[in-house]
């Protein structure tokens, strides 16, 4: 599907993969009320995110097409942090990262799934 890159390329996403992470994991030792903690420590997390996200304006996290960098970003961002209104405010101020999180929603697929009553 080559969501995976090229050649170099490859050490990029697999960058960003890895620091995706570390905010997916972050998010998870903080307790589920501390909404101030959350935020706190997803900043850094999104500042990286920005930069990178900013280097293109393809609307994609690296490159100029899909990557599973954009896919796992979308997820981690919209899934975990999406539910929380002072989170997701925050992904919102980044306006390359929330260009990211736009364009892949907009995907045929994601969009007809996340209007369906699967994802409701």
Known sequence: WGLYGEGADRYHI???LGMTEDCFRTMLTVGEADVET???KLTPY????EKLAAA????FYFGDSVTIADCYLFDVLNNYYGPIPETWAL???YPAVWRC???FAAFPGVREFM????YQ
């Open 14 to 16: 697999d960058s960003i």
């Open 38 to 40: 959350k935020v706190k």
């Open 46 to 49: 999104l500042e990286r995110a």
């Open 56 to 59: 293109t304006d393809s609307g």
């Open 91 to 93: 992904v919102k101020t």
């Open 101 to 103: 999180v736009k364009t």
């Open 115 to 118: 209007e369906s009553e699967l």
